[in-house]
T-cell receptor, first 115, second 109 residues
Framework: ETGVTQTPRHLVMGMTNKKSLKCEQH?????MYWYKQSAKKPLELMFV???????ENNSVPSRFSPECPNSSHLFLHLHTLQPEDSALYLC??????????????FGPGTRLTVL | GQNIDQPTEMTATEGAIVQINCTYQ??????LFWYQQHAGEAPTFLSY??LDGLEEKGRFSSFLSRSKGYSYLLLKELQMKDSASYLC??????????WGAGTKLIIKP
């Protein structure tokens, strides 16, 4: 595996379900990110982890819960979601969330549909 | 508030040249990025500008004017595979990326 991988690629869940999204990066990076991408809207940054520590939480509802057990893996735990949470969830990684270019590399995303 | 503006959609012809504009108003500036995203795929990095001027990389070039809060992505010798969305993003003073909504580029034969 190379780059950034995400599983599952597609997920359909009911509002009462609990599910988790998984992201893994094989780039030796120290920072990982969760983004939400809705149609015709800008990418919304949800969470940032730098050296396994959460450094940003952009007013995300508590029904989204991130977990970063090490600098290569990132999870997004989902529970009691709403239909408006349906979107593409993208994971990204970068060398570290500091200065310089610090280019972010993205996974293919999980297409989430909440019924 | 912070804002990135880019056209929603553009159409161009195979073999031609197209310029995608991006204007921004952010709290500080620490670089501007362009990404390409094909439908159903991950955004992929195209270019990074932090100083004024033109950066050329093959068929793609990116220009930045910090005083005008303006950038453009120039695509030459368009190919059908260039049909995609192009995302502009600016890193602000908190080193967070502020994203535009993307420009969907349609290439016609």
């Amino acid at each position: 595996e190379t780059g950034v991988t995400q599983t599952p690629r597609h997920l359909v869940m009911g509002m009462t379900n609990k599910k988790s999204l998984k992201c893994e990066q094989h780039l030796g990076h120290n920072a990982m990110y969760w983004y939400k991408q809705s149609a015709k809207k800008p990418l919304e940054l949800m969470f940032v982890y730098n050296f396994k520590e959460q450094t940003e939480n952009n007013s995300v509802p508590s029904r989204f819960s991130p977990e970063c057990p090490n600098s290569s893996h990132l999870f997004l735990h989902l529970h009691t979601l709403q239909p408006e949470d349906s979107a593409l969830y993208l994971c990204a990684s970068s060398q570290d969330a500091g200065g310089g270019p610090d280019t972010q590399y993205f996974g293919p995303g999980t297409r989430l549909t909440v019924l | 508030g912070q804002n990135i503006d880019q056209p929603t959609e553009m159409t161009a012809t195979e073999g031609a040249i197209v310029q995608i504009n991006c204007t921004y108003q952010t709290s500080g500036f620490n670089g501007l990025f362009w990404y390409q995203q094909h439908a159903g795929e991950a955004p992929t990095f195209l270019s990074y500008n932090v100083l004024d001027g033109l950066e050329e990389k093959g068929r793609f070039s990116s220009f930045l004017s910090r005083s005008k809060g303006y950038s453009y992505l120039l695509l030459k010798e368009l190919q059908m595979k260039d049909s995609a969305s192009y995302l502009c993003a600016v890193r602000d003073d908190n080193y967070q990326l502020i994203w535009g909504a993307g420009t969907k580029l349609i290439i016609k034969p």
